[in-house]
């Protein structure tokens, strides 16, 4: 076992020094061969080629400082127009004196998703983050929330219930009884404000002017409709992958239905039957907001695809860990969220970041319906006439953005795989 | 040798199978299968690959679904009553052939994790039970460490425990020792002959005939999903009658 044998006379030998060095190393990898020399060279003097003609574009000869597109001809990358229409570029046409609400929001959620990225805030503390993190947000980009009773009541009861079950092994008497007591005090209020015996009352929380959803654009809306589509989406595609397992026929042909159904359709025609189609199957006077009506279907889009990605790790899990879980008398929820799951999405990490990664770039479709989502503000700062003739600078500026976010996330899994195998792998 | 000293004939049974039947799709692979197992017996069932033995094991607590007769598990008879089966369940423990711990989770979680959630035994308290079960099944220094930085015999020993865990009242072993190196096997016989002596009613399917001779009160012998003999060991061995068992016992000795 750890027990080290007693190694006696024996002197401890070093292991082999690498020798070789960077000189070393260059020549057994980059020019083991005359083939390989030549290759190498003509690759460096490429690349040297290419990065020298970009940089003398994009710095040397660029112009930072011109007022106007004329001034920009004949230089290198016009730089200006970014300078120009860059708060545009990220919020859109959210009011331009309150540019600081966007800005602040965006800050939120970068906070609330680098917070949630810690493994050891993964327990009550991510529902406290992504609370406070919400509400900020919202309140930031709309100005004033009203917060109905009745979504008080629902959320009490809906709180009172998931404490009830996954807590229920763990909970003392009096933990128990405090969500017994949340259940009951939401189900009667709710009771009493349909009966009609509570006011339509709400809780206004209203510290600044309201901005709507149409005035809302650029990265704030970029990152909404990915993070909350997203935040949704998980566990949605959690439950329709456990659906398709399911021994029920109903669940399972229900949720095999509804990913084919998803999954064969372009997230771009979803997008045109939520802003088109759905109005004119609701009952006259009802509205829903284009914005929630782009964020529902993509929800609905990507929890489809994730569905199909967990599904795999579900599939990769040996038939024994199911059974060893059941010998044990483990209930349904208790095996899936206990021994199941925490594996499957363990093997899934890296294709689950790839459909991530995957869908905020597919935010930007949302363009085709009207939203002012960040590719789409980068491409209206080009219709400017002033400005016109340097979509590279810009289109090249918004892909740098993108491509930080996404970044982010790659490595992120990186870190993430290695994070939750420590010790699980010999 | 074994507790034949005992009248088993007075002690109750925890465990009857009656006219049990199984298929699998259009194949036959359990046929009118009658057994009782009185409290603390201990049987070994063996036969050749494919004779059902595995799949006998598993309908008792119900990882198999058998399709007629009746088995009665401390006097619940199984059917698909969901609450039934659990309440079985937290009375049977398994050990598999390919241990099945959960390599996600410590082995002390491993251990801890059904009486929590299945038993609610407060965290503390369970974490003590394991404790004392990994001293006996002689692994206690590995508690924090993962099931794969384990070897193959300690981490058959960790399953053990966690099935003892439970505090059940049968254990049921499906081949605990052929996923083993030879050098490992005696460690994990060694824990099960201890089990056996401290009064545990016992299932095994193994081929161990060692183990067979030391503990067992009776020796099962199957083919072609039917029960062909039973004895005592001494006699199971020294005077086969059935041709069948000649054969196989024929096979297994001279192997080993
Ligand atoms: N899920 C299943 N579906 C169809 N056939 C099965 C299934 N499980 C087992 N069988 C078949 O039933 C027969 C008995 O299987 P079982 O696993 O009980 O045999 P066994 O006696 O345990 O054999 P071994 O010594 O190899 O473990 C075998 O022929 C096997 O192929
Ligand atoms: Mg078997």
Known sequence: ????????????????????????????????????????????????????????????????????????????????????????????????????????????????????????????????????????????????????????????????????????????????????????????????????????????????????????????????????????????????????????????????????????????????????????????????????????????????????????????????????????GLNYLQKTLLIILPQALRVVIPPLINTFIGFFKDTSLVLIIGIFDFLNTANQALVDPNWAGFPGEVYLFAAFVYFIFCFSMSRYSKYLEVELNKGTRR | MAATARDLSKVESVIQLKDVNKWFGQFHVLTDINLDVKEGEKIVICGPSGSGKSTLIRCINRLEEHQRGDIIVHGVTLSNDVKNIEAIRREVGMVFQSFNLFPHLTILDNLTLAPIWVKKTPKKEAEEIAMSLLNRVRIPEQALKYPGQLSGGQQQRVAIARALCMRPKIMLFDEPTSALDPEMVKEVLDVMIELAREGMTMICVTHEMGFARAVADRVIFMDRGEIVEQNEPEEFFANPRNERTKLFLGQILHNH
Not at chain 1, 17 to 43: M, Q
Not at chain 1, 50 to 59: K, Q, T
Not at chain 1, 284 to 313: M, N, P, W
């Open chain 1, 1 to 328: 076992m750890t027990d080290i044998m007693p190694v006696g006379e024996r002197q401890p030998i070093a292991p082999p020094v690498d020798e070789t060095g960077p000189l070393g190393w260059a020549r057994k990898n980059l020019f083991s061969s005359w083939g390989n020399g030549i290759t190498t060279i003509v690759l460096i003097g490429a690349v040297g080629w290419i990065l020298a003609w970009f940089l003398d574009w994009a710095l040397f000869t660029a112009n930072f400082t011109a007022s106007t597109g004329a001034e920009c001809r004949g230089s290198g990358a016009c730089w200006a127009l970014i300078r120009e229409k860059y708060r545009y570029i990220f919020f859109g046409s959210f009011p331009y004196e309150q540019h600081w609400r966007p800005l602040f929001a965006v800050i939120a959620m970068l906070a609330m998703l680098v917070m949630s990225a810690d493994r050891r805030m993964w327990n009550w503390r991510l529902l406290v983050i992504w609370g406070v993190g919400s509400f900020v947000t919202f309140l930031l980009m709309f100005g004033q929330i009203h917060i109905p009773l009745s979504l008080i009541l629902f959320v009490a009861v809906v709180g009172g219930a998931i404490g009830l079950t996954l807590r229920s092994a763990l909970a003392a008497a009096n933990e128990r009884a405090a969500y017994y007591a949340l259940i009951g005090i939401g189900i009667v209020g709710l009771a009493l404000r349909i009966a009609g015996v509570l006011p339509k009352w709400s809780i206004a929380i209203a510290p600044l002017s309201y901005v709507e959803t149409s005035l809302w654009g650029g990265l704030p809306v970029t990152l909404i409709l990915a993070t909350y589509g997203l935040a949704f989406a998980f566990p949605y595609g959690i439950l329709l992958a456990l659906g398709r397992r399911s021994n029920l026929p109903l669940i399972k042909g229900l949720c095999v239905g509804f990913i084919e159904l998803i999954r064969g359709v372009p997230l771009i025609s979803l997008l045109i039957m939520a802003s088109v189609m759905l109005p004119l199957f609701l009952p006259s006077g009802t509205t829903i907001d284009k914005f929630l009506r782009a964020q529902v279907a993509v929800i609905l889009f990507a929890g489809a695809y994730i569905a199909e990605v967990i599904r795999g790790g579900l599939q990769s899990l040996p038939k024994g860990q199911f059974e060893a879980a059941d010998a044990m």
